[in-house]
């Protein structure tokens, strides 16, 4: 008779996989208050020789947004203190399908900012860093100099915003904007 140390299974995202007094969380996982859980769609590795739980995907290696990637996404909702962003690329990946991730305005920039509509409005596309994924919850951070607003579109008439020194102008409308630009905005007229 033989015996095999992993078990293997089929889960779904939000799957109790175990106990972080039993198992390490491994890749495809995550923690929260003490439970392991599946991130992804995949078969649960449960290596009981090592210790380890881990989810092997399904589908060819999923790009995942982890701790540090930069991510490239569209502002989808501006409420509060918070937006919410469409990730449509992680680091140089462009994706078939979005990630949601949250951006908080303390986490905008190194400054004080009154509200998030000092930092991005609706439809702005933006480039952030991912400073926490737990809980398949992603938590961005836009401090940093090349991080923020890379193309916005006038509030007013709806055409592109022109990069100048303190903010953003529309050349057809006059109107003038406030945002949190990265250093890396589209500098050049469409």
Known sequence: MHSTNKKKVLVLPGSKLGVVEEFI??????EREGSIYSRIIGHANKDVVNKKVEIRPLTDNP???SKDSIVTGIV????GKAAT???YQINA???KRPFTGMLHVSRCSPKYE???TDVCKLADLMKAKVVDDKDGFIKLNTVDANLGVIRAVCSNCGS????KRNG????KCGNFEKRKVSDDYFKKEL
């Open 25 to 30: 969380p491994g890749k495809g996982t995550y």
């Open 63 to 65: 790009i995942l947004p």
């Open 76 to 79: 989808s909702s501006v409420q």
């Open 85 to 87: 962003l469409d990730i």
């Open 93 to 95: 990946h462009t994706l």
């Open 114 to 116: 009154r509200g998030i």
């Open 160 to 163: 592109f915003l022109v990069y």
């Open 168 to 171: 953003l102008k529309c050349k």
